[in-house]
């Protein structure tokens, strides 16, 4: 069962005890794995302040994220790497990412919640909810497990990548990021399927054959 929703989402919750939340974090950026996070929440431990990781300072998604892995029946972070971004294309990379997510759950749940207009294939009934992160707390949860998780990734590779400012635009197609891209070309991170570095590919391949 795979639609999308305009429900009382109370109604939903209680009609089914177990629901996961799934969001995706990394679909837009030039490089560096989509990541994706489930999570199932338990009503007798809630948590305040759960919203659409984006409203949400740094700061206040990293407290989340914290209670979130502590009060959460259970949760689980997946990822699907730049290869298999650049394999299978990102709408599928996602889906595949998120199948991973509910998957890793050690407790399975009755409904998985989706954020967006598509679900992937699951041994569970699936809705998807546009819009969802914002509207339904598992997968406001889900959203801040997955943003802060590739945030901190991120972070990560500017230490290893130096000039690319990945800590600060997280490898979105900011105007830095393409200013680095075509003055030092591509990483191994980067997703060569994405226009913008397959360009900077080619330039670099042109160059070195002058």
């Known amino acids: 069962m795979t639609k999308q929703m305009g429900l009382d989402f109370s109604l939903v919750a ?6 996961a939340g799934v969001d995706e974090v ?8 989509v990541v994706t996070a489930a999570v199932i929440l338990d009503p007798n431990r809630p948590i305040l302040g759960l919203n659409d990781s984006k409203k949400l300072t740094e700061a206040r998604r990293e407290k989340l994220f914290d209670e979130i892995c502590e009060k959460a029946l259970s949760w689980h972070i997946a990822r699907a790497e730049v290869e298999e971004i650049d394999e299978l294309n990102i709408l599928h990379a996602t889906m595949l990412a998120m199948q991973r997510a509910v998957e890793g759950l050690h407790i399975t749940p009755k409904l998985a919640m989706i954020d967006g207009n598509r679900c992937p294939k699951l041994a569970m009934p699936a809705e998807a909810v546009v819009k969802g992160d914002s509207k339904v707390p598992a997968i406001a949860a889900a959203s801040i497990l ?10 990560a590779f ?11 635009h997280k490898g979105y197609p900011t105007p830095v990021h393409l200013e680095a891209l075509a003055r030092l070309g591509p ?24």
Do not use: N, W
């Open 14 to 19: 209680q009609a089914h005890e177990l629901v």
């Open 187 to 210: 990483t191994p991170i980067h997703r060569r399927s994405f226009a913008p570095v397959r360009q900077a590919y080619e330039l670099r391949e042109s160059l070195s054959e002058v």
């Open 158 to 168: 500017e230490l290893i990548y130096p000039g690319y400012g990945m800590g600060g």
């Open 26 to 33: 990394g679909r837009g950026p030039l490089c560096g794995a």
């Open 146 to 155: 997955a943003k802060v998780s590739r945030d901190r990734e991120m972070a």
